[in-house]
């Protein structure tokens, strides 16, 4: 590590966002160290091919750490000193949170109050945290933006979403941390997570599997490329940080029907689907289409990459990698 460079903590950097912020920030010149656990809600195989590309970087180091453990995590604050924190470590999915609640209050609850402590006690200035759009639950009004109501989430994650976003303002209110939470709609993109929809149909698509389509596909999402999600961290990152607590939306500009997604999809990989039209889910929300006139005009976002050309750049990356990414487990449900 160069002691010049600033230095970031990403947390959860083996996931799929952690990941591809790690990579950019490492190409951009920063010293970025990792933490995961590399749980295994999806095959943790994937994780650690992620982090054999990091672990190329002289800049990046490592640590696999309970984020729920304080003493731990704060360990790696008081080694690392960082200029900055990007808290990206969660247990995602909405489906899973049926299944596992308690997995979802120990990562993304208890997890979250140790990150925002530990910057508290390391005097650390400022803290980027993942939130979801999920926050905005059964809210009718669309596109959503960060103004309206979030007190109707309709999912265990969601809920727990909701709660980071409130322990961010009290730290702020408390401490004066900048805190920033980053609304995510709906990332895609290559080394994208295994329980997702691209990644399952595409898979089911080649292997001639059918795949499931939920609400008979009458959903919307605005699907956000993972260099969009990317760009808008590094904007914040590039301001500095003068006590902020805000929350930002970041989503797509196409807001696009579950059955068109597909269609894209099917042209890109030369084969129909089959597809099973199947309920809703519970806990899922119909649609998550973004209004990001708020980050545009505060951090200059704009969503660049077409979803055309994002699926193609997707499932290109998934044929150079079939052979392994088939063999991956199922993910949990
Ligand atoms: N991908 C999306 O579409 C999306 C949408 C909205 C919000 N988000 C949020 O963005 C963040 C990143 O999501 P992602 O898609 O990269 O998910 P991901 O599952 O690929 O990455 C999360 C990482 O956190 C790690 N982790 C989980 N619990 C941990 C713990 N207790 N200690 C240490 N590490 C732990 C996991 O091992 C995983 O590698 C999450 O907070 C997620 O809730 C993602």
């Given at each position: 590590m160069n002691k010049k460079k600033k230095k970031v903590i990403v947390t959860g950097a083996a996931g799929f966002i952690g990941f591809h912020l790690s990579l950019e920030l490492l190409n951009q010149g920063w010293n970025v160290v990792g933490i995961d656990m590399l749980t295994d809600y999806y095959d943790p195989r994937i994780k650690q091919k992620r982090l054999a590309i990091l672990k190329k970087y002289p800049a990046f180091r490592f640590y696999k750490v309970n984020i729920a453990r304080y003493s731990a995590l704060e360990k790696v604050f008081k080694i690392e000193k960082p200029d900055e924190i990007v808290h990206l470590a969660a247990q995602a999915g909405v489906r899973y949170s049926l299944s596992n609640p308690w997995t979802y209050i120990e990562s993304n609850e208890l997890g979250t109050l140790n990150v925002f402590e530990a910057a508290h006690r390391l005097k650390i200035p400022r803290v980027l945290y993942a939130s979801s759009s999920?926050?905005?639950?059964?809210?009718?009004?669309?596109?959503?933006?960060?103004?309206?109501?979030?007190?109707?989430?309709?999912?265990v994650y969601a809920a727990t979403k909701k709660a980071n976003e409130a322990l961010a303002h009290s730290y702020n209110n408390l401490y004066g941390i900048e805190t920033i939470g980053l609304r995510f709609f709906t990332v895609y993109g290559?080394?994208?997570?295994?329980?997702l929809a691209l990644f399952k149909f595409v898979k089911n698509i080649l292997a001639g599997k059918p795949i499931d389509v939920y609400n008979r596909g009458k959903m919307k999402r605005s699907f956000t490329h993972i260099s969009d999600i990317i760009a808008g961290i590094v904007a914040i990152l590039k301001q500095s940080p003068h006590g902020r607590v805000t929350i930002y939306?970041?989503?797509?500009?196409e807001a696009v029907s579950l059955l068109d997604f597909i269609e894209l999809i099917e042209q890109e990989v030369g084969k129909k689907a089959k597809k099973n039209l199947m309920p809703m889910q519970q806990g899922d929300v119909r649609e998550t289409i973004a209004d990001y006139s708020k980050a545009h005009n505060e951090l200059g976002f704009v969503p660049k990459m077409p979803l055309r050309k994002g699926i193609a750049e997707f499932v290109s990356w998934f044929l150079e990698n079939k052979n392994f990414l088939s063999t991956l487990k199922e993910p949990k449900q």
């Open positions: 999920s926050v905005y639950g059964t809210n009718e009004k669309s596109p959503m933006s960060e103004g309206d109501r979030t007190d109707r989430q309709i999912s290559t080394w994208g997570r295994p329980d939306n970041l989503g797509g500009a």
